[in-house]
């Protein structure tokens, strides 16, 4: 049975940084490209960043450009989104997501998702 597990969510004032992490089991890691993704309330669920299956192409959504960073180590089967100077409007709960074989961009190319964490900035 394939589980993803999110961890690293919390609170947070403008400015701070977060570390959130995905820990897949029951699954080839090295054979998934990794996303992260998020919904804020009354939103739908948005591409932030992915890494493909060796961890050589990354690519970002314009809004964390410069200020996300994701990586991966494929010897403990994780996936990290480093969040630096963190804004309110970067409050939502976020998804860790897995593609099989393929850069996970968009929601549709995920085949495995994790139950999110919750990112609160305050202002």
């Known amino acids: 049975q394939v589980q993803l597990v999110e961890s690293g969510g919390g609170l947070v004032q403008a400015g701070d940084s977060l570390r959130l992490s995905c820990a897949p089991s029951g699954l080839t890691f090295s054979l998934y490209g990794m996303g992260w993704f998020r919904q804020a309330p009354g939103k739908e669920r948005d591409f932030v960043a992915a890494?493909?299956?060796?961890?050589?192409?990354?690519t970002y959504a314009d809004s964390v450009k410069g200020r996300f960073t994701i990586s991966r180590d494929n010897a403990k089967n994780t996936v990290y989104l480093q969040m630096n100077s963190l804004k309110p409007e970067d409050t939502a709960v976020y998804y860790c997501?897995?593609?099989?074989?393929?850069?996970?961009?968009?929601?549709?190319?995920?085949?495995?998702w994790g139950p999110g964490t919750q990112v609160t900035v305050s202002s």
């Open positions: 997501g897995a593609a099989f074989n393929r850069l996970g961009v968009g929601t549709s190319l995920i085949n495995f």
């Open positions: 890494i493909s299956r060796s961890g050589g192409n990354t």
